[in-house]
Structure formats: C-alpha cells, structure tokens
C-alpha cells in the first residue's frame, strides 16, 4: 500500500507534516497540549497557600512521630506501635477536650494515652521480652477496634486549638500563612529537633542510650540497665507521638475519627528509614513525606483529574519504595529488634 504525502496519522506509514490538520489543530500542537495542561496544572498547585498549609500540618504529625521513633530505634527497639500511639493520641486529644472544653487539656489528654500504648510496648517488649513486631501489631489492631467502639459509645464533639499568627512573618508570600499562622500547638515542632539532638547527642543518658543500640552487651558490663534505657526511650516516643496524634485532631481535622490516622504512624517509621536512622534525614523524610500526601490532597482541589485510588495510595507506594530502596542501603542500629536478657545475649 502507498503512502502519500497528505495523508494522515495514524492511517499513514510516516507522521504527518506540520500543515496536515487533524481535528482543526496541527500534530505537533495536539502533542505538546497535555504537556501543557500538565505542567499548568502543577503550576497552579504549587502556587497555592493551601498546599503549604496542607504539607507543613502533615509534616508536624510526621515529625512528632518520626522524631520518637528515631530515638526508640536508636535504643534498639522496632517500634511498630506509632499507629496505636498515634491513633490514642487523637482520640484522648478529643476525649480531653470534651471533659475540659480547653484545647491545652486535649494535648494533655493525647499525651497521656500516647504514653499509656508506649508503656504496654516497653513492658511487653523489654520486660518480658515478648516478641517487638508482633506486639506491635497487636497494639495497633487493639487500638483500633477500642477507639472505634469507644468513639460509638462516647459523644465526642468537636475539637479545635485556637490558631497565633506571627504577625511580621504571617505574611510572607506561599509560605507565611503555612508557618507563622498555625493552631499553638504546631509552633512546638521548631523546638522537637533541636530538643531532641540535644537529648541524644548531649546528655549521658542520649550517649547510653545510643550505646544500648549499637551494643548492649558492653552496655551492661558498663553498669548501664540496657532495657531500662529501651522503655524509656520508647516511653518518649509515645509521648512524642500522642503529642502528634492529638494535633492532628486539635490542629488539623477538628474531630476524632477512627481513620484519622490511616496509616501515618507507618510512613513516619519509612522516614527514619529514608534518613538512614540519623536525625537530620529523618527530618528531611517526614517533610518529604508530608509534600508527597499534601500534593495528593491538593490536586483533586486544583481540578486536575486523577484517579482517586492513585492519590489515595501515592504516599504508601512511596513509603513501600523508600523502604526497599533505603533499608538495606543504609547502617541501621546494630541491636536495632534484638532483645536482651542477661547472661543470654
């Protein structure tokens, strides 16, 4: 069969020439006009206050909660709780705020049940060296079912941390509103990092529990109580993470429910996996993370259509990726999920 030169694609053996129409517009034209739509589309999200907004409270959950798991994995601990810690965060968050009608108690509140799951990990885990993932698990499918039942029995209203501005610095362009002009409890995250790099890297007890980490064998031939260090450091981490459970309901959603968490307090454990267990990478991951799932929520916003099955997994097809790409990589813990017990280790 003959081609001729007027002939259209994709009827034609060749593309055609630059002055054969299809449809009223050229080839190469047609061609470059997704492109177009794209790259306009992500211009107007990127643009957008809202996606700052959106990407900063998601990454104050992700640092509270990657923050506390850092240190727990440091010391030695998988700790694969931070859902349960996170999800009775919120839910005591929203509990306390119905008792006292005052946001400080809801974060009070969050606190404490966060503190309450890390004392059932450390217990469990490093007192009667019970297996650390599988207590893990059991945690976050206890939690789960009892904030969902309780949350039926319970009539929860609803919560909201009153929002400061920084009035000099509230203003600037894309990023003021995101930083400076926030519900009270988000200004806590600019004083995690530098707290938490001076607890572990500056103090006695951040160097034994370092060491308990890497080595806690000649931990404890140093008179250092290895698992000791181990519950409290997980004990930090719930506090961190109940601190990060209840902003997401003071700060963020303004209510518990029992899908508020949906899988978060996994990301931020990809996070210390991202950083390769340092504290710098692991800031860098949770904000990373937190623009990823930002974008996720902003498109459909935007009026770019995309499947909402692929939003909704994005981040954890991202979480799965950093983990098969990073974890074997990178030095974690050398005693990182391995219990200890005395003259058995």
Do not use: K
């Not at 009223?24 to 211009?43: H, T």
């Not at 959106?54 to 104050?60: H, I």
């Not at 999800?87 to 005591?92: I, M, S, T, Y």
């Not at 809801?106 to 503190?115: E, P």
């Amino acid at each position: 069969m003959s081609c001729r030169p007027c002939s259209c694609w994709p009827c034609c053996c060749r593309p055609p020439s630059s002055s054969c129409g299809i449809g009223g517009a050229s080839w190469p034209a047609r061609r470059r006009q997704p492109d177009v739509e794209l790259f306009n589309a992500l211009g107007d999200i990127f643009s957008s206050d809202a996606l700052y907004v959106s990407a900063f409270q998601l990454s104050v959950l992700f640092l509270f909660a990657g923050a506390g798991e850092w240190v727990a994995e440091r010391a030695g601990t998988l700790n694969i709780s931070v859902e349960a810690m996170l999800l009775a965060g919120a839910f005591g968050a929203a509990a306390g705020h119905e008792i006292v009608a005052w946001s400080i108690a809801g974060l009070v509140g969050g606190c404490i049940a966060g503190l309450l799951i890390a004392l059932i990990q450390a217990n469990l885990s490093h007192r009667l060296t019970a297996n650390q993932f599988v207590v893990g698990l059991a945690l976050n499918v206890l939690v789960l079912g009892l904030t969902a039942f309780l949350a039926t029995e319970i009539d929860l209203g609803p919560a909201r941390a009153e929002v400061v501005s920084v009035p000099a610095l509230s203003g600037i362009p894309l990023v003021g509103e995101a930083l400076f002009a926030r519900p009270w409890p988000a200004y806590f995250v600019y004083l995690l990092v530098p707290a938490v790099w001076w607890l572990v890297f500056r103090t006695r007890w951040g160097l034994e529990v370092r060491s308990v980490g890497e080595n806690p064998q000649s931990a404890d031939v140093s008179g250092i109580d290895v698992n000791a260090r181990r519950r409290q450091a997980i004990m930090l981490c719930g506090l961190t993470c109940g601190f990060g459970g209840a902003f997401i309901v003071l700060g963020q959603v303004g209510q518990f429910q029992s899908s508020i968490i949906n899988g978060r307090g996994f990301i931020a454990i990809a996070a210390v996996i991202f950083g390769g267990w340092t504290l710098r990478g692991t800031v860098i991951g949770c904000v990373l993370f937190g623009l990823v799932e930002a974008l996720t929520l902003a498109t459909p916003v935007q009026g770019y259509r995309i499947d909402p099955v692929i939003l909704d997994v994005a981040p954890y097809v991202v979480a799965i990726a950093v983990v098969l790409l990073f974890a074997t990589r990178v030095r974690q813990p050398r005693a990182l999920a391995q219990p200890f017990v005395r003259g058995l280790t």
